[in-house]
């Protein structure tokens, strides 16, 4: 399986870095040549520079035969963007985009896209870990006083 992962900061690298260890044939595409480095000296799968809009460098990365996609970048726009341009011009099923804003997160998967928003993902989990929390006796203690 062939995957391409759109932007290489700390969650595109990571994303590579899993899928290349469950034994994908991976292509990381950053615009910064340092991005190279969060992905360690041991790194085997391609990476090319570039920015993720641009036709050609898709082509270098071998958009035509990826069976996934994932966009990564540091903007949300650029990410819609990418992911909608790789799923409607290239039939790319598994196209997976990464969205910051909760609504526009929504507003998208409801259309279709692949949307994972760790805004909404973090709510979630702190609102969760508050609900769980038993006070402790030395806090009670501290409002007693």
Known sequence: MKAIVIGCGRVGSNVALQL???GWDVTCLDEKEEALIRLGSGWHGRFVVG????IDVLHEAGIEDADAVVVATDGDNTNIVIGQVVQKKYGIACVVVRVLDPKRADFYAKRGMRTVCPTQTAVSVMTDAVRSCDPSPFAAAVVDS
């Not at 920015?51 to 641009?54: E, F, R, V």
């Open 51 to 54: 920015h993720g809009m641009d």
């Open 20 to 22: 290349a260890a469950e």
